[in-house]
């Protein structure tokens, strides 16, 4: 099928051009070359094992504490998990964390579970509502297993995935296609085409997915929540920034935290949906974390506070940019295509230009002038 062909063909060259990243990339022949699941200075960790359990390629799952398991992707091979995520075991009861971007992800994270232990699943956790999340959750719920959320997060896939089965990916990305036959400059062309690619590879994976929809709904009000897995207590927190539905799953007697997008590593932060300076703020919250604090981020490396201020960095750097651009009277389309990666980001991936850069430079814009500056969004 066409939108197969597509689909794979907008895999391998997003692949091509920016492969895998950051702390381990420590040489560009190493673009292609397996991600490895921790940063570097955790290999010494006494809460890892330095073996996987089980090690699919696109993914492996280790054990990063007593009773939890970190599974981590590795994009260099396949998208079929694409986010990382893993499970919590207590003598009672498990909880798994995300549904990944395919029901091969989830099933590989749920057959890994049960090879380690028969107790009860009492839900499968979504940090937030995005696709590469989400998608495999019909795995859970052919299982009986509830999938926790966010009480917004099922309205939100709601509001896009429905719609975006309904569409060709031709007729989605139509307007798209016009932003990059309009495009005044070289670069204005080549960001503008990097936000086709960043679509299509949401588009395409809805477009081939049997939806299962959040059906555990967690109010934000309700929260900090404990969970009492029998020797095991995670603690579930909500915070605005990547999402208006993020979630973070802590285990304080292990100083183990599962962030969801809210923390990535090697990647400029993905602001499809975002929230740049809440999201900071965010950020800046997790810097206050005990310092023996292990996270297993949405996407990237298992990382300790190191990998909280690298993003933090880059955060910085874009903010830095964007208002010296602002201050100078630089309109924001133009300061956009200004920013410079800088050679400390130089092999981080993008999901695209806009929804990293662009995006987060029309919000900080809009911030700081007197009139509405308009957002890049898609719907
Ligand atoms: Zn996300």
Avoid at 236 to 262: A, C, K, S, W
Avoid at 357 to 379: F, M
Wanted: glycine share 8%; net charge neutral; proline share 6%.
């Amino acid at each position: 099928m066409n939108l197969t062909n597509n689909f794979s063909s907008a895999v391998s060259r997003r692949k091509f051009l920016m492969g895998a990243s950051s702390l381990g990339a420590l040489c560009a022949a190493s673009r292609f070359s397996p991600l490895p699941a921790l940063a570097q200075a955790l290999t010494g960790d006494p809460r890892i094992a330095p073996q996987p359990i089980a090690d699919k390629g696109f993914a492996s799952i280790r054990k990063i504490g007593n009773g939890l398991y970190a599974t981590i992707s590795d994009r260099s091979k396949g998208l079929q998990t694409r986010s990382n995520g893993g499970f919590m075991i207590g003598r009672d009861a498990a909880l798994m964390v995300e549904g990944f971007q395919t029901v091969i992800g989830s099933q590989f994270q749920l057959d890994t579970l049960r090879s380690v232990s028969q107790v009860t699943i009492g839900g499968a956790l979504n940090t937030h509502w995005h696709f590469d999340h989400t998608l495999g959750n019909s795995v859970y719920g052919a299982q009986g297993i509830p999938i926790w959320a966010h009480a917004d997060a099922a309205a939100r896939m709601a509001a896009y995935y429905p719609k975006w089965q309904s569409q060709t990916l031709a007729a989605y990305l139509a307007p798209w296609q016009k932003r990059v036959d309009d495009a005044k400059t070289d670069s204005q062309r080549e960001h503008a085409k990097s936000d086709i690619e960043g679509l299509t590879g949401m588009f395409v994976p809805v477009s081939q997915t049997v939806l299962a929809l959040p059906n555990h709904p967690l109010d934000p009000a309700k929260m900090p929540m404990e969970i009492d897995l029998g020797g095991l207590t995670v603690v579930i927190e909500t915070f605005i920034g990547h999402t208006d539905t993020d979630l973070i799953f802590r285990i304080p007697e292990q100083n183990v935290v599962y962030t969801g997008d809210l923390l990535t590593g090697g990647q400029y932060p993905v602001n499809i949906n975002g929230y740049p300076s809440l999201w900071r703020a965010t950020l800046a919250k997790f810097a206050t974390f005990d310092k023996e604090t292990l996270f297993v981020p949405g996407h990237g490396q298992v990382m300790g506070l190191a990998g909280v201020a690298e993003m933090r960095s880059c955060f910085d750097d874009l903010a830095e940019h964007a208002e010296k651009s602002y201050k100078a009277g630089v309109p924001v389309e133009d300061a956009i295509e200004q920013y410079v990666v800088p050679d400390k980001f130089k092999n981080y991936r993008m999901f695209s230009w806009g929804f990293t850069i662009g995006r987060t430079y029309q919000q900080l814009y809009g911030e700081w002038s007197a009139k509405p500056v308009p957002v890049l969004n898609y719907s």
